[in-house]
């Protein structure tokens, strides 16, 4: 079984910055994908990027030139670095493992979620 435990989160003002951290129990070339979603309050869970194990990203337009999505093969961590946050960024954020096909990652693994506000 995968565990994915994620860090980072809190409450920011809008503008503000966070980075999340999303670290794997196990070596990180073992999955195709790894990425972030987010689950907004009575909002469908949708996504907000990825990483392909070859180095390819895909982010949504909602946040792209905001947010950067690295990884860190040595320490079997992903980093979502979020800059110029608004409120509408705030949701549950989901580190998640699986596959890509397109734009897409369909997981096979998720973390258990960690709350990011963006407020004033």
């Known amino acids: 079984q995968e565990h994915l435990v994620e860090s980072g989160g809190g409450l920011v003002q809008p503008g503000g910055s966070l980075r999340l951290s999303c670290a794997a129990s196990r070596s990180t070339f073992n999955f195709n994908a790894m990425g972030w979603y987010r689950q907004a309050l009575g909002k469908q869970r949708e996504l907000v990027a990825s990483i392909t194990n070859t180095g390819r990203t895909n982010y949504a337009d909602s946040v792209k030139g905001r947010f950067t999505l690295s990884i860190d093969n040595a320490k079997n961590t992903v980093y979502l670095q979020m800059n110029s946050l608004k409120p509408e960024d705030t949701a549950v954020y989901y580190c998640?493992?699986?596959?890509?096909?397109?734009?897409?990652?369909?997981?096979?693994?998720w973390g258990q979620g960690t709350q990011v506000t963006v407020s004033s």
């Open positions: 998640a493992a699986g596959v890509s096909s397109g734009s897409n990652l369909y997981p096979n693994y």
